[in-house]
């Protein structure tokens, strides 16, 4: 994790399922009390997701709006994502640095973001 005075950036590795989902969920419920510009979430570590864990992201995206952004999602989240369409809800991107960079937007794949719907 690094946090500077505008952006956070929480990198994950390994599995965000229901028994580690926690420090995730802590994280950027903090993040959206303290009013982070940016938070990026760099998802490209990750080897398994559960329920759990898309729940935590849509609570982020609702807790966070345009502030969260996701940085380029595993192939294990690239096949969650679209096979639930969330794809199209969550603010993906394509790198942390485009993440990071990215002016908020609506979700990818509508009308604005770095990957085709």
């Given at each position: 994790?690094?946090?500077?005075?505008?952006?956070?950036?929480?990198?994950?590795?390994?599995?965000?399922?229901?028994?580690?989902?926690?420090?995730?969920?802590?994280?950027?419920?903090?993040?959206?009390?303290?009013?982070?510009?940016?938070?990026?979430?760099?998802?490209?570590?990750?080897?398994?997701?559960?329920?759990?864990?898309?729940?935590?992201?849509?609570?982020?995206h609702t807790a966070l709006g345009p502030?969260?952004?996701?940085?380029?999602?595993?192939?294990?989240?690239e096949r969650l994502?679209?096979?639930?369409?969330?794809?199209?809800?969550?603010?993906?991107?394509?790198?942390?640095?485009?993440?990071?960079?990215?002016?908020?937007?609506?979700?990818?794949?509508?009308?604005?973001?770095?990957?085709?719907?």
């Open positions: 994790m690094w946090q500077g005075r505008e952006a956070l950036l929480v990198a994950i590795t390994g599995d965000l399922d229901l028994d580690n989902v926690a420090p995730l969920d802590e994280t950027l419920r903090k993040a959206a009390e303290d009013g982070v510009a940016r938070v990026v979430v760099d998802l490209s570590a990750v080897t398994f997701a559960d329920s759990a864990a898309v729940n935590v992201l849509l609570q982020a502030a969260l952004r996701l940085a380029t999602p595993s192939a294990v989240l994502f679209t096979l639930t369409g969330l794809d199209t809800v969550l603010p993906l991107h394509d790198s942390v640095t485009k993440a990071l960079d990215a002016e908020p937007s609506a979700p990818l794949g509508t009308d604005g973001g770095d990957r085709e719907g």
